[in-house]
């Protein structure tokens, strides 16, 4: 789905709100926000629908990093920065500190970032009761709900155990929450998505709506298998949460995207994670230190320490999945950082992917290698390899200066055994494959949490650890989610998070 096109559509259908004093210049009233009661008749739904879209889109993709304009980073930013795919190219130490894993509770930025993503879920969960009490046979119903069961899942896979989720009131009061636990936040996001598949179920399926009935459908099914593919195996999950997570993703065809889109009508609908790297230079492309792209040029290493993918690779090999560029002589906002650009999203206008069919193949791939299907696994993985469908995953308008091939991404060769054992293991080929295939798409943070939580490995052996680039700090820390910050202490039923734990 093309998000943004029909929100600029909707928009038209806004509400006219009231003005006092029209004609008097000095006492109009400024309408930036809508009165709870203006918005009790149908003709509000397009205008709730439209706001929980663009209140997700800032929520995952971001327009500007902070310090840029804009309003901020969206989650596919900062979890990546926690995990393995950017670093910190600017002078914020906010932004260092979540680069670095040592993040305060008063540190400004995740304060910034968590309210955003609230904002996202409250406007989502806003539109879906008001479709509930208006007009629940709208197809807008099922996606507001779906939209709300991601932003459960990007907190849970995120944030530490223990996020509260308070509720604003029609009469201005708000409504605290308690400390939920990673486990519940999913069990939250699951009932999101179940509710949003039987609504879509209910739509017309022969008529002008089936396409978006089959849509919804399917966006909430692999929502719904990635909440429980991360609550696999911890405390409060249940047994066969992997299996069950398959079975529905074996329901999702491979060509299956669901985008968010952006345009330059105004900075708000830039694409964000462009912007970041090639516009603003404050987040370049990270490494592993043992990558032969930057042992062989020092000039261009990009991360000291040890550990981190390696998405930098020889020009010669590099996987048309991540493509990216080093803009020669330029470095980033610190004016050291060689700056890799992202070429996945070349311009302020590249889609960026929610959920894909791609993902759904994965996800069976990883329960044939737990049940020890080993061709069922190497089969899963290699179905998009054959058959890259949706090539709308990459860039489509490349504003790469050398290689305009990077908008598009042909076959590629089959996985064998020996691949398998190239990467060190098969758990090893299957992150890897997640890493290319969902990289920058909010999906890094949780996989690397998951090799430690599902399957067995250590912090130290796959989140960056030894020294800090930048030099200060000197060591990275072991922080592995972000905390509730500080602010949230104005809760009256939050005190600090449950546990740091992965």
Not at 273 to 289: C, E, K, L, M
Not at 344 to 373: C, F, H, K, N
């Amino acid at each position: 789905m093309k998000n943004l096109a029909k929100l600029l559509g909707l928009v038209a259908l806004g509400v006219t709100l009231p003005q006092a004093a029209c004609n008097d210049p000095l006492t109009v009233k400024t309408p930036d926000i809508v009165p709870p009661t203006v918005l009790n008749d149908t003709s509000a739904l397009a205008t709730l629908r439209a706001g929980a879209i663009g209140d997700f889109s800032i929520a995952y993709t971001g327009d500007h990093p902070d310090g840029s304009g804009g309003t901020a980073e969206g989650v596919i930013l900062y979890g990546g920065l926690l995990a393995d795919e950017f670093i910190d190219s600017e002078t914020f130490p906010t932004r260092i500190e979540v680069d670095a894993r040592t993040i305060h509770l008063t540190n400004s930025d995740v304060d910034l970032w968590y309210r955003l993503l609230h904002r996202a879920r409250n406007s989502a969960e806003i539109a879906a009761d008001a479709y509930r009490r208006l007009r629940p046979g709208d197809p807008g119903n099922p996606e507001v709900l779906n939209l709300a069961g991601f932003t459960y899942v990007f907190f849970a896979e995120t944030f530490c155990s223990g996020v509260p989720v308070s509720h604003l009131n029609a009469d201005g009061t708000i409504t605290y929450g308690t400390p939920l636990t990673t486990v519940a936040l999913l069990d939250t996001a699951i009932a999101r998505f179940d509710s949003a598949i039987s609504l879509a179920k209910a739509l017309d399926s022969t008529g002008f709506l089936a396409s978006v009935r089959t849509e919804m459908i399917q966006l909430g099914t692999i929502g719904k298998a990635r909440a429980l593919l991360f609550r696999a195996g911890r405390p409060g999950g249940q047994a066969g949460d992997l299996a069950a997570a398959a079975a529905l993703a074996a329901t999702v065809p491979t060509a299956f995207a669901y985008s968010q889109e952006h345009t330059t009508t105004t900075d708000r609908e830039n694409n964000g994670v462009f912007n970041a790297g090639a516009t603003d230079s404050r987040y370049s492309i990270s490494d592993s230190v043992a990558n032969p792209k930057t042992a062989a040029d020092s000039a261009t290493r990009s991360r000291e320490g040890i550990n981190g993918f390696p998405f930098l690779q020889p020009d010669s090999i590099q996987d048309p999945r991540t493509p990216m560029q080093l803009d020669p002589g330029i470095h980033g906002f610190d004016g050291s950082t060689p700056l890799w650009d992202n070429l996945r999203y070349g311009s302020r206008t590249s889609p960026i992917t929610v959920a894909t069919g791609v993902e759904a193949r994965l996800i069976e791939a990883e329960q044939s290698l737990a049940a020890g299907d080993f061709p069922g696994f190497l089969a899963h993985l290699n179905e998009p390899r054959a058959n890259p469908a949706e090539r709308s995953y990459f860039n489509p308008n490349p504003v790469d200066r050398t290689n305009p091939a990077t908008a598009a991404i042909g076959p590629l060769a089959n996985l064998t055994a020996a691949d398998t054992v190239n990467a060190g293991g098969a758990v090893s080929l299957l992150f890897a494959e997640r890493a290319r295939w969902l990289w920058l798409t909010a999906h890094r943070l949780g996989d690397l949490r998951r090799l430690i939580v599902q399957h067995g490995k250590t912090q130290d052996q796959v989140f960056p650890v030894g020294p800090y680039f930048k030099g200060q700090p000197p060591t990275y820390g072991v922080d592995v989610n972000l905390p509730v910050p500080v602010t949230e202490q104005n809760n009256p039923n939050f005190t600090a998070c449950l546990d740091r734990l992965p």
